[in-house]
């Protein structure tokens, strides 16, 4: 089992940049999947971005390739979302998910196959 907590959130001005942490509490880090997602107010929660087991394969949602990156160390526990050129529509709270422990190492876009999550952690853009 695994216990996530993530930080790094905040107020920032459009075009602005900010860096999300995930720390994972409990044994065996480097065999889960992590994810990240938001939900904006009134609205769904989507699938952000996704890292496997040890950091061989990406995904993201098609609305945020080439502004956020995720990357993890699995040495810290931590998963990492890296927010660049941010714009009013990524307002939303964050959560970290974890998938596993997993056999294999892959990424998954479906919530549903996520078994942990965190508390989540708002980013608020301005205009």
């Known amino acids: 089992q695994v216990q996530l907590e993530e930080s790094g959130g905040g107020l920032v001005q459009a075009g602005d940049s900010l860096r999300l942490s995930c720390t994972a509490s409990g044994r065996a880090f480097g065999s889960y999947n992590m994810g990240w997602f938001r939900q904006a107010p009134g609205k769904e929660r989507v699938f952000v971005a996704a890292?496997?087991?040890?950091?061989?394969?990406?995904g993201y949602a098609d609305s945020v390739k080439g502004r956020l990156t995720i990357s993890r160390d699995n040495a810290k526990n931590t998963v990492y979302l890296q927010m660049n050129t941010l714009t009013p529509e990524d307002t939303a709270v964050y959560y970290c998910a974890a998938n596993g422990p997993a056999a294999i190492e892959y990424v998954t876009t479906h919530p549903s196959a996520y078994q942990y999550w965190g508390q989540g952690t708002q980013v608020t853009v301005s205009s």
């Open positions: 890292v496997s087991q040890n950091g061989g394969r990406t």
